[in-house]
C-alpha cells in the first residue's frame, strides 16, 4: 500500500544519502565529510551509527530512484518533496547534509543542512515532515526521563558521547502545536523532562556580550506552562543551567560527557529554577 512504499522510499533514500557520503568524490562530499570531522567533532563510527549523508544534485537522487529502486516520482514525492512549484530545489545543491528525522525508531524524514557557510535558511526539510509530533531522537518504547536541548544537531552530538536520552524540540520552547510532543512523551511513559535550552548572549549597554538569561528564562517558562497545561500535575521537570554562554554540542565538545551528566545531575527542579531566576526578567 502507499504507507508501505513511502516507508521503502523513505529508507531506499537514506541508503543512498549514506553511500554517497562514503563513496562520492566531489568536491561537495569532501566539505560535508569534512564539515562533520572537522567542525562538529564527529568520528567516523559516529557519522556511520547516526546515519548522516550526503545528497548529490536532485536530478541524480530522481534518476537512482526511479531507475535502480524502482520507484515513481509520485511515490517519491508522497516520501521525501524537497522541490517548489517550479521543480527547484536547493537540496543537493547548496543544502548537502542529509540528516535523518528519526523519532521513536521511525524515519520520518530528513532535515538537511548547509556545511559552506551559515547564511539562511542553514537548514532545510522535506515539504510534510512533521516536527512537532514528537521530540526528535526520542527513544523507542517506554523511558522514564528525557533530556530537551533545542537543535537536532545538539541532540546527535550528545549521542555521539553516549549520551543516552537526548531528545530535540526543533525550536527554543515547547509551545503551540509542539504541545503534541508532550503528549506522546508522557503517554510513552515519561516522567521527567530536563529542559536545556541554549544559552545565548546579549549586548549590555557597554557593548559586551552578556548571558541573555531572560530570554532563556522566558523560554523555559513558557515550555513549563505547556507541559503543565498538558497534564496539570505533572511535577517532573527539571532545568539544566549553563555556567557560561553556550548550548549542549558546544559544552560537550569542549568539556565532555561526564561534565554534561554533572549538569544533569545538579539540574534544579522547574520551582526553584523560576524562583531563583525571576529577577532576570527585565
Known sequence: NKKERVGEALVALQQYFVW????????????????????????????????????????????????????????????????????????????TLSIPYVCAGELKGFQFRRVDSDEAPKYLVNTGLDRKSDFFNMPYGQVDAIVVVEGEMDALCAAAHGL??????????ISGDRRRQVEHAIGAGVKRIYLCPDLDSVTDESGNAVPNRSKRYRCVLRSIHTIQDVAIDFDGIYVVEFPEVTDPDEYIRKYGADAFRSLLRNAKHWSKYLSDNHSVIE
Open 20 to 95: 554517497n557520503l562514503k563513496n562520492n568524490k566531489s568536491d561537495k562530499a569532501s566539505r560535508v565529510r569534512g564539515y562533520l570531522k572537522n567542525r562538529r567533532g564527529f568520528t567516523s563510527e559516529d557519522i556511520d551509527s547516526l546515519g548522516f549523508g550526503f545528497v548529490p544534485a536532485w536530478s541524480s537522487v530522481i534518476e537512482y530512484m526511479a531507475l535502480k529502486k524502482g520507484f515513481s516520482k509520485e511515490e517519491l514525492d508522497a516520501a521525501c518533496t524537497v522541490t517548489n512549484e517550479e521543480g527547484k530545489t536547493s537540496v543537493g545543491k547548496y543544502h
Open 164 to 173: 543516552k536520552n537526548i531528545t530535540a524540540i526543533g525550536g527554543a520552547e
